[in-house]
T-cell receptor, first 114, second 119 residues
Framework: DGGITQSPKYLFRKEGQNVTLSCEQNLNHDAMYWYRQDPGQGLRLIYYSQIVNDFQKGDIAEGYSVSREKKESFPLTVTSAQKNPTAFYLC?????????????FGPGTRLTVT | AQKITQTQPGMFVQEKEAVTLDCTYDTSDPSYGLFWYKQPSSGEMIFLIYQGSYDQQNATEGRYSLNFQKARKSANLVISASQLGDSAMYFCAMREGREYGGSQGNLIFGKGTKLSVKP
């Protein structure tokens, strides 16, 4: 079955540590995205990638980094520079970034930093 | 300025009744797409329905339909015959522009409406 996998579902880290969230898709989609969701809020875009070896900052990229070495994979690193890292993180992909293509989402990773 | 506005933070509906979730949007781009997503308590975002700005007819997908009023810039989601499993957060989203490049291809989300279906 095609889809997007994110692991782990729950992640706990100590303040000051970097942590990497994985995102894998087997939908053969070109575009991939990372979003952050805080309680009672909509989704905010962190980073996006249109093709392999290319990615762009979204609205809230500070304190985060990404890589896109393979079409299927788009890992997100939450660095110690991110001031409020505790949140729900969603990865998504779409065939392309054209307006009429919907994004498919993974199950999300809930990150708690103490 | 907010690009997507969902004015109903929470709504209740009786099982088997229809419900309308409101969404208004703001764009000067003539080409855009409007999307509705459902987010159950598990957290995953589930795509429900899409409406393109040039589509002549309102989109429908099973029990979901989109009441698209272009002049009013509204894209309300109508759920017919509500079921208990419809209880979830619902997000309206917009993507501007047909072409690649820049921030225009990004999906912009509203803050959501929490729908609760009563038995």
């Amino acid at each position: 079955d095609g889809g997007i996998t994110q692991s782990p579902k729950y992640l706990f880290r100590k303040e000051g540590q970097n942590v990497t969230l994985s995102c894998e898709q087997n939908l053969n989609h070109d575009a991939m995205y990372w979003y952050r969701q805080d309680p009672g809020q909509g989704l905010r875009l962190i980073y996006y990638s249109q093709i392999v070896n290319d990615f762009q900052k979204g609205d809230i990229a500070e304190g985060y980094s990404v890589s896109r070495e393979k079409k299927e994979s788009f890992p997100l690193t939450v660095t110690s520079a991110q001031k409020n890292p505790t949140a729900f993180y969603l990865c998504a992909s779409s065939l392309t970034r054209l307006a009429y293509y919907e994004q498919y989402f993974g199950p999300g990773t809930r990150l708690t930093v103490t | 300025a907010q690009k997507i506005t969902q004015t109903q933070p929470g709504m209740f509906v009786q099982e088997k009744e229809a419900v309308t979730l409101d969404c208004t949007y703001d764009t000067s781009d003539p080409s855009y797409g409007l999307f509705w997503y459902k987010q159950p308590s598990s957290g995953e975002m589930i795509f429900l329905i899409y409406q393109g700005s040039y589509d002549q007819q309102n989109a429908t997908e099973g029990r979901y339909s989109l009441n698209f009023q272009k002049a009013r810039k509204s894209a309300n989601l109508v759920i017919s015959a509500s079921q208990l499993g419809d209880s979830a957060m619902y997000f309206c989203a917009m993507r501007e522009g047909r072409e690649y490049g820049g921030s225009q291809g990004n999906l912009i989300f509203g803050k959501g409406t929490k729908l609760s279906v009563k038995p």
